[in-house]
C-alpha cells in the first residue's frame, strides 16, 4: 500500500492567502519528512524539510508542520503567490535508510 | 557548488531495444546517488541508491539495472526496453544516508 498519502490530488487558493498541503504516512520508522516542489517536465526542487526530533520549521514563507503521533505533517505556504503555482510532493525517508517514498503530489494553483 | 549533469535529456526508443541513461555529479566527492522514475501521471519511485563506487542496491525491481562505474557517475541500463519504461528518469545524490536529495534535470523516455 502507499506509504506516504497527499489525499488532496489539487487546491486552489486565492493570490494572498494561505495554502495549506497535507501529508499522512504509516510508518513509524520514518524520521525525515520533506517537501518538493515540482514544475511539469522538471525536476522536483527540495523546498523545505524537517527531521523528527522537531514539530515546526519555517523557512521565510514557508512552514512544515510535523505530528509524529498523527503521523501527518503539513506545509504552510503564507501570503500565497502566483507563482507557487506548481505540484507538491511529500517526501519521507526511514531512520538509517536510503530509501526515500514520494506521495503522489498536490497541485496547488493560486488565483490572482 | 555541485551540479548534476543527466544524458540525453529526451529519448524516443523501440520496445526490446537496449537504453543507456547517465548521470554524473561534479562537485562532491563520494555522494550517494540515486535513480528515480515516473510514469505519466504516476508517484515518483526510488530504483536504485548507491553509496559507493560499485555498489547499487535495487529498490524496484523494473526490469532495469544500474552501475556505478566511477566516484561520480551513475548508469541506468537495460537490454530490452518495455512499453511500462516510458516516463520521466531522475538521478539525484546526497551526502549522507538519510540526508536531503538534489535532483538533476532529469530524461524523459518515450518507448513506442
Known amino acids: 500500500g502507499q506509504q506516504v498519502k497527499q489525499s488532496s490530488p489539487s487546491l486552489t487558493v486565492q493570490e494572498g492567502g494561505i495554502s495549506i498541503l497535507n501529508c499522512d504516512y504509516e510508518?513509524?520508522?520514518?524520521?525525515?519528512f520533506a517537501w518538493y516542489k515540482k514544475y511539469p517536465d522538471n525536476s522536483p526542487t527540495l523546498l523545505i524539510s524537517?527531521?523528527?526530533?522537531?514539530d515546526k520549521r519555517e523557512d521565510g514563507r514557508l512552514t512544515v508542520f510535523l505530528n509524529k503521533s498523527g503521523k501527518h505533517f503539513s506545509l504552510h505556504i503564507t501570503a500565497s503567490q502566483p507563482e507557487d503555482t506548481a505540484v507538491y510532493l511529500c517526501?519521507?525517508?526511514?531512520?538509517?535508510?536510503?530509501?526515500?517514498?514520494f506521495g503522489a503530489g498536490t497541485k496547488l494553483t493560486i488565483k490572482p | 557548488a555541485q551540479t548534476i549533469h543527466q544524458w540525453p535529456v529526451a529519448e524516443i526508443k523501440a520496445v526490446g531495444s537496449p537504453l543507456s541513461l547517465g548521470c554524473t555529479i561534479k562537485g562532491k566527492s563520494s555522494p550517494n546517488l540515486y535513480w528515480y522514475w515516473q510514469a505519466t501521471g504516476g508517484t515518483l519511485q526510488q530504483l536504485f541508491y548507491s553509496i559507493t563506487v560499485g555498489q547499487v542496491e535495487s529498490v524496484v525491481q523494473l526490469n532495469l539495472s544500474a552501475s556505478r562505474p566511477k566516484d561520480d557517475q551513475f548508469i541506468l541500463s537495460t537490454e530490452k526496453l518495455l512499453l511500462s519504461h516510458s516516463g520521466f528518469y531522475l538521478c539525484a545524490w546526497s551526502l549522507a544516508r538519510g540526508d536531503t536529495q538534489y535532483f538533476g534535470p532529469g530524461t524523459r523516455l518515450l518507448v513506442l
Open positions: 517526501a519521507a525517508v526511514g531512520y538509517g535508510n536510503e530509501k526515500i517514498t
Open positions: 524537517v527531521r523528527s526530533n522537531v
Open positions: 510508518n513509524d520508522m520514518f524520521d525525515y
